[in-house]
C-alpha cells in the first residue's frame, strides 16, 4: 500500500477524554474513530489490525477441531425467557421491540442462541462432541464506556461454545481451547498469563482467564514464579498463617485518636506496624448485620465473602445502619463490646490469630490497643478466607510465595456444564438409549479488546510499538524526496514492488513531506521495521534501517534490503 | 476437511413456510437455520458459502481503490436527526433506547455516519477522492421478511461511500464500481445483468441496479438484445408510438357488458384485440382526483406517475371516492361525460393515439365503443409515459425492441450528488480556497443475498448447484467403504491429502453410510466435482468422477485423478 493511496489521519493530541494510553495513541495514530458513547469506528488502518487478530484467532479455533458459524446478532426474547436470564441480565443488555411490538436484545452473548442449536441439531451421542465458534459485533450497554476500544459498549468477540456427551470429553475440549488461546496470545506476540477464575454459581475448577499483562490492567493476578500456580486475585486462596495464635500480653486500654479514622493514620500515631492493627467492614446480608475484620494491611475480597453461607447477596451497610447498631460513626467501629446476639462476627484467617492488635473502640475519636481473642470479646462466629492475597503470601500449592501483577482480561474459558442444557431441554440419547442433558463449555475472546491490551504493553513517547503481528504494516519504507529526486522514486518503487512479491505487508510512504513528518507517523502507529530511501545515502548506494524497538539505525546495501527484509520476517 | 470433523446436517423435507426454491434449499441443505422471522444463522456449511463471496466482494473493492473500515452498527439518532431521516426512514428502521434513555438504531445503512466521518476527516481537495467501504451486519425491519436470506430482517451487505471534489471525479469513482461490480458477479459465476435505475429524487442518470437473472426475481428488466440498453422497467421508457392518431371511423355506442369488469372480459366479450380497450386508473394526489387512462394490455408505472407535476404523494382512490365522484362502481368506470374541472386526465401515450376505442361508460353493466378523442371527450390534460414497457416495444435508444427478464436485485451504484454533505455540511476547501460540499456517491452488495440469488438460478432436482467460485466445497471424495475397506480408506486418505496440497478446497466424505445417502447429500448442498472411491472400481485401478453439471460419470485412473481436478479447477 501506498500512502497516497490510503488513508493515515495522525493527530497531535489525542482529545481530552482519553484515559488510558492504549486510547489516545489509538485516536491519535486515526486506528479508530469515535462515534459515541462506547461506539467507534475502526478506520482502515485500525481494521488492518483488528483484522489481523482476527485471523489468528480463527486459524487457532479452526486447527482446534472448531467450526465456524455466525449467529444473528438480534436474538428474540424467548429464548432468554427461557433460560430465565431475560430478567435477570440488567441494563447491560440492550433491549428493543420490532414494528410488531416483540421483545428483542443485541445479543450481548449467545449461550441460548446456540444451545437452541445444539437441541434441536444433535440428537445422539454420535454426534457429539461439537465445538462451533464465531467472530462477531456484540453490544453491551456498559454504564461508563471508557477506555476506547477496551470498555466499548459495541465490540468485537470471539465466542465459542462446545457440546460434549460427559465430563471427560468437556475437559478434553477445554484443554485444547486453554491450548488454542495460548498459541493465539502466543502468535500475536502479547506477554500473556492464564489463570483460575471463578466459577460463580457453576462451582467446581473449570474455569480460566487469559490476560494480557500491562500495569494498567483493571485485574489483579497472583502467581507463584516457582511453580504452575496463577490466579486471578478474586480466587487465589490466602492460606492460614502457619503460627498459632500467641498469648495476651498487653492491657486492654483507650487510645486518643482525636483525628485517626483509618487502619494507616491510628499505626502511624502509635508509631506501630499496620499488620497490629485490625480494621471492620460491616455488611447487610439476609437483613443482618455482618461484621467482618481483616488485617489494617490487607482488603477485602468480595467474591470470597461472597461464597460464605447467608452472604451470597450481601452489600455494605449504609452509614445510617452503621450508626444505629454501633452509636458511633464510622472511622471508630470496633468488635469488642458489641451485642454478639444481633451480629455475625467474619473474622478473616490473619486476624484469627492476633494477639495484642489494635481497633476502634466503638466510640468517637478513640481505638483499642491490647485488644485479644478470649479475654477481650468472645471468639469470632467465623474464621475464613476473606481477604485478597498479597505479595509475599505463601502460594496456595505450597511450592512458594506469590507475586501480583497486573492484567487486563482478553480470553475466558469456562465449564459451563448443563446449566444451559438443562434450562433449554438441550439433550441427546447415550449409548445406552438414555436421554440425558448435554455437557457445555464456552470460550471467548475479545478480539477488539485484544488491540487496546496490546498497545498497553507495547507503547513508548513517540507512539505504538506493534508487535509484527499485531502491526498494520510490517515495514515502512519512507521515501524522503519521492516527488523530486527520480532515483529516491526509483528505488523506492523497486523495493515496494520486492517486498510486495515476497508477501511482506509493507506502506511505502510517498507523501510529499519532510522526513520529520513521514517518521512521526511511522512510529506513532507502530510499524516495527522502517527503511528510509533518501539522496544522500543512495549516493553511497546506501538506505537506512531502523527497527521500532531498537535505539540505532544502520545502513544496508540497497541491493541487499529486500533480503535483509525478509530474513527479519521469516 | 472431512465429514467425520465437520457439521452436515441435510433435511429430506424443507418447513412448510418456505416458498422460493433457494429458500428450501438453504434449509434442507443445512446452510442457514432460522432462529427467528427474518432471523437466520450461518451454519458452517452456509457460511462457507458467504465468506467466498465476501472474499471476492472485498478483493474487488480493493483492487478498485476502496479503502476497507467498520463502522458501529448501532448509530446515534442525533445524526439522522441533522440528516432528516431519522422521522421520514419508517418502521424498517430498528430503533431503541440505551440505558441513558437516549435514541439509537441499528443502522439500516451508513450515509450518516460515513457523512461525519467525511466531514471531520477531510478538509482539503488534496485528500480526495476516497472511497471507504465495509461488509457488516445491517437490520431492516421488513413487514414481512420472506424468501430466507433473500430478504430477511438482519443481513450481510457490503456498503461503500464515495467523496469527491467535482462531479467528473465523482463519476470516475462510479464507473470504476460498475467495473468492479462487474467483476465480483462474473467471478463468482454468476450470470447478471447491470440496468439503469431510479434515481428518485435526487435526479440525473447516476444509478445502475445489479441483477441476478431468475424466473423468480422481483423485478422485472428491460433490454434490447441488439443494443446496450438495459434498465429496470420501474424507469425504461415507452416511447411514443411513431404513427398519429387515425381519424374517427365508428360512431359511439354503448355496450351491454352485465359481468364483464376488466379489459380482458370486455375484449372476449366483444371479440375485439386487448389493445382496442382503455382502462382508468383513479388515483388521489394534492386532494385531488386523477384519472390515468391504459391501453387494456399495458400495466401501469408508478415511478413514472410520481414524477409527474403534483402527483409526488399520490395514492390509489378508495371505492368511497370513487363511487362519490363517478356515481358508479369500480369495473365500469370511463373518462367520457366526466366534469373536467373537477378531475385531471393523464393519458398515457400509446392512449392518446388510439381512436375508435372501448372504455367503462360510467354506469353500471355497460362499456362504451366507438370513443374517440376530440369528439367524444377532450383532449386529455397530459399526455404522457406512465405505463410499463412491455416485451416487444421499441428499444428507447432507437436500435432494435426491447424483451424483458427477470431479476434479483444484488447491487446498486448510486451518484448521491451533495444530499447528505449539504445536509451534515461535510465540506472541503477546492484549490482557490472556496468551501464547498462533498460530491458523494454511494455502492451496495447484498453480500447473503447474492448466496441465494446464486441458487435461485442455479438448483435441479437434486438439489443447489454452485458454480464453483461460491460452492462450500469445490470437489467431494465420497469414499464409499472407508471403515471397512483398507484399500478404499488408503486412497481416499491419499487423494485428500493430495487435493488439500494443491490448495484445492475438498470434502472428503468418511462417513459410515450407504453410498446413496452420500451421493444425495453432496448432490443437495452442490459441491461441483464429485470423485467416488470404491472397492469395485479400484480393482481396476479406476474412481469414478462426476461433475454435478453433467448427466454421466467417467471413470478415471486413481493415479491421474488429482492432477485431472487440478486441471479442471485451474
Redesign the interface.
Known amino acids: 500500500m501506498r500512502t497516497s ?3 493515515l ?1 495522525t493527530l497531535k493530541e489525542a482529545p481530552n477524554e482519553a484515559e488510558l494510553p492504549s486510547h489516545k495513541l489509538m485516536l491519535r495514530a486515526g486506528l479508530i ?1 469515535k ?2 458513547s462506547g ?6 488502518l485500525g ?1 488492518r489490525v ?1 483484522r489481523k487478530v482476527e485471523a489468528v484467532v480463527r486459524d487457532e479455533m479452526t486447527k482446534a ?1 472448531a ?10 426474547a424467548e429464548l432468554w425467557q427461557e433460560s430465565g436470564r431475560w430478567a435477570v441480565f440488567g ?2 443488555m ?3 421491540k ?2 410488531h411490538e416483540r421483545d428483542f436484545c ?1 445479543g450481548p452473548t449467545h449461550e441460548e ?1 446456540i444451545t ?2 445444539g437441541r ?2 444433535i440428537k445422539s451421542y454420535k454426534q457429539l462432541p ?1 465445538n ?1 465458534f464465531q467472530i462477531q ?1 456484540k ?1 453491551r ?1 456498559e ?1 461508563r464506556p471508557r477506555f476506547g476500544v477496551m470498555r466499548a ?2 465490540f468485537v468477540m470471539k465466542d465459542a461454545y462446545s457440546f460434549h456427551a460427559d465430563l471427560a470429553s468437556l475437559q478434553q475440549t477445554y484443554d485444547g481451547m486453554y491450548r488454542a488461546y495460548s498459541n493465539v496470545f502466543s502468535r500475536l506476540g502479547l506477554k500473556f498469563r492464564a489463570v483460575a477464575a471463578d466459577t460463580g454459581a457453576i462451582g467446581g475448577d473449570g474455569s480460566h482467564e487469559f490476560h494480557v499483562l500491562a500495569d494498567s490492567g483493571e485485574d489483579a493476578l497472583a502467581y507463584c514464579p516457582t511453580s504452575d500456580f496463577a490466579a486471578n486475585v478474586e480466587l487465589a486462596e490466602a492460606l492460614a498463617p502457619a503460627d498459632s495464635r500467641p498469648a495476651p500480653a498487653e492491657a486492654l486500654r483507650d487510645v486518643d485518636t482525636p483525628k485517626q479514622t483509618t487502619c494507616e493514620q491510628v499505626a502511624a500515631l502509635l508509631e506501630i506496624p499496620l499488620q497490629r492493627t485490625v480494621k471492620l467492614i460491616a455488611l447487610m446480608a439476609e437483613d443482618k448485620l455482618n461484621i467482618v475484620l481483616l488485617r489494617g494491611d490487607h482488603s477485602m475480597n468480595e467474591v470470597k465473602v461472597g461464597k460464605l453461607a447467608g452472604m451470597t447477596d450481601f452489600r455494605f451497610a449504609t452509614e445510617e445502619e452503621i450508626r444505629s447498631f454501633f452509636n458511633c460513626p464510622p472511622g471508630f467501629l470496633g468488635p469488642v463490646g458489641v451485642d454478639r446476639s444481633k451480629v455475625r462476627l467474619i473474622a478473616d484467617r490473619a486476624v484469627a490469630v492476633m494477639n495484642d492488635f489494635v481497633c476502634g473502640a466503638n466510640k468517637p475519636k478513640f481505638h483499642i490497643a491490647g485488644v485479644n481473642w478470649g479475654r477481650d470479646l468472645p471468639e469470632a462466629d467465623i474464621v475464613a478466607d476473606v481477604r485478597n492475597v498479597v505479595a509475599g503470601d505463601p502460594s496456595p500449592d505450597g511450592k512458594g510465595v506469590l507475586e501480583i501483577c497486573r492484567g487486563i482480561e482478553v480470553g475466558h474459558i469456562f465449564q459451563l456444564r448443563t446449566k444451559y442444557s438443562e434450562a433449554l431441554s438441550c439433550t441427546f440419547l447415550d449409548a445406552e438409549g438414555q436421554t440425558k442433558p448435554m455437557e457445555m463449555g464456552c470460550y471467548g475472546i475479545g478480539v477488539s479488546r485484544i488491540v487496546g491490551a496490546c498497545i498497553e504493553q507495547n507503547f513508548d513517547d513517540k507512539g505504538i510499538n506493534f508487535p509484527v503481528a499485531m502491526a498494520p504494516f510490517q515495514v515502512a519504507v519512507v521515501a524522503v524526496g519521492y516527488h523530486r529526486s527520480e532515483a529516491v522514486k526509483a528505488a523506492a518503487d523497486k523495493l515496494y514492488a520486492e517486498l510486495l512479491a515476497a508477501g511482506i505487508d509493507v506502506l511505502l510512504d510517498d507523501r510529499n513531506e519532510r522526513p520529520g513528518v513521514m517518521f512521526a507517523d511511522i512510529e506513532l502507529i507502530g510499524i516495527p521495521h522502517r527503511i528510509t530511501i533518501g539522496d544522500k545515502n543512495l549516493a553511497n548506494g546506501d538506505i537506512e534501517y531502523q527497527a521500532r524497538r531498537d535505539p540505532a539505525a544502520s545502513l544496508v546495501k540497497v541491493e541487499e534490503a529486500a533480503a535483509m527484509m525478509k530474513a527479519k520476517l521469516a
Open positions: 493511496q490510503f488513508f489521519s474513530k462515534l459515541g461506539l467507534y469506528t475502526w478506520m482502515p481494521l483488528l477441531g467450526l465456524e458459524l455466525l449467529m444473528p446478532a438480534i436474538q428474540p441494563p447491560q440492550l433491549k428493543m420490532d414494528r443485541f442462541v437452541d442449536i434441536s441439531e461439537l462451533f459485533t453490544f450497554d454504564i459498549r459495541e
